[in-house]
């Protein structure tokens, strides 16, 4: 049996498995793998739905697995797009389609290689694939779901790649070996609503609120590490809600956003902005309120044969020797560390979540021979 990876992300590029809609896309895969030979399981929670599917019972034997979502963004302004966002046209080399790149042709290209490598050259031992519909949303009962039934059924994996874009302009340039950590934090602060005129009268919480941020940017929280870039906080929004131009508002709020290395975790972090917000309360007598959401800590998978194995494959299909990186937002790899060695490779990413998002031909297959060439060398 050859599956055409092609073919395959075109189908899966028609279904609208816009989150948290499966839009048709893993019962087709569950299809497709059921045929194949593949034990499937449906893992659904939350109104979620996902897929596990695995190929070979023996548990003495080693298993690879893979993990990625059929779930896609919003398309925006349908009339920002040139085509059928939903139509996966194949138009001068490229296939056109919502989550043609990020990331259907990645499961589409693991999918088809798992597919060939069984029915061809039967491993000794197992090949699994964790699919998703719930990686672009809230992903609590996405991968994660996966995971803890995984852990209640007895089933694991050995090692694991993630299917996600990592290239940034050149198929084969680079591959991720970790991930840093994200945080958001919410500020709200309130004072006292007065005239602008009469500012003795009132406690503007927006120069609090201000005065925190202004902490807060002042300096870099390091300088990097090893195999990470500096920790970045970036303002994402301040806002009064005050349509007046002569009111002192009584509250302000501000968005933090923290992606940051593994010389921290969120607890330290958020330990850092409440001591600052305390100081600044206690000086200007304006309160604030400090709300933290983690959606992930910064991760780190040891270069060593996992990594090297990957490298190996990129390079002999690509010409290219991919650097390890640990740059980029979060992925599902985050959950996944926690179960089992992870590394991450994927396609050019440059197009991903973009109105006319598209992936070229030639990258889908040599994707999919990627994949094929890890399976083989993992279990040579």
């Known amino acids: 049996m050859t599956i055409d990876p092609v073919d395959l992300t075109a189908r899966l590029v028609r279904c609208p498995s816009v989150t948290p809609e499966e839009g048709g896309a893993l019962v087709m895969l569950d299809t497709l793998l059921s045929q194949a030979g593949f034990r499937t399981t449906r893992v659904d929670r939350g109104g979620i739905a996902n897929l596990y599917a695995r190929w070979g019972e023996g548990r003495n034997g080693r298993s690879f697995g893979f993990n990625g979502h059929t779930d896609v963004v919003p398309i925006g302004n349908r009339d920002d797009w040139s085509v059928d966002p939903f139509g996966a046209e194949i138009i001068d080399g490229y296939l056109y389609g919502r989550g043609a790149t990020d990331m259907k042709s990645g499961v589409a290209a693991f999918a088809a290689a798992a597919i060939d490598f069984v029915s061809e050259t039967p491993p000794d031992g197992s090949i699994i694939l964790a699919i ?185 299909e690509t010409g290219i020797r991919p ?40 990258d889908i297959n040599t994707l999919k021979a990627v994949y094929r060439r890890i399976l083989n060398d993992y279990f040579a």
């Open 132 to 316: 998703t519909g719930d990686e672009e949303g809230e992903a609590t009962d996405g991968t994660a779901a996966l995971l803890d039934w995984m852990e209640e059924a007895g089933e694991r994996m050995d090692v694991c790649l993630v299917g996600e874009p990592t290239c940034p302009a050149t198929m084969g340039e680079m591959m991720k070996i970790g991930r840093r950590g994200s945080m958001t934090a919410y500020l709200t602060a309130t004072g006292v609503q007065g005239h602008a005129a009469y500012p003795h009268r009132a406690r503007n919480p927006l120069h609090a609120l201000t005065r925190l941020l202004s902490d807060m940017i002042a300096e870099p929280l390091d300088d990097g590490t090893e195999h990470f870039d500096p920790t970045t906080l970036q303002i994402t929004t301040i806002d009064a809600g005050n349509p007046a131009n002569n009111v002192i508002p009584a509250t302000g709020r501000a968005t933090v956003n923290i992606r940051f290395s593994d010389a921290h975790s969120s607890d330290t972090i958020a330990a850092w902005i409440r001591e600052k917000a305390a100081t600044v309360s206690a000086e200007s007598g304006v309160s604030i309120d400090v709300a933290i959401k983690v959606s992930g800590e910064s991760f780190l998978t040891p270069p060593g044969d996992l990594s090297e194995l990957v490298a190996t494959a990129v390079a002999a």
């Open 323 to 362: 650097v390890a990186s640990t740059s980029g937002g979060t992925s599902d790899a985050r959950f996944v560390k926690s179960h089992c060695p992870v590394v991450e490779f994927g396609l050019v990413g440059e197009r991903m979540h973009a109105v006319d998002e598209r992936v070229k031909i030639a």
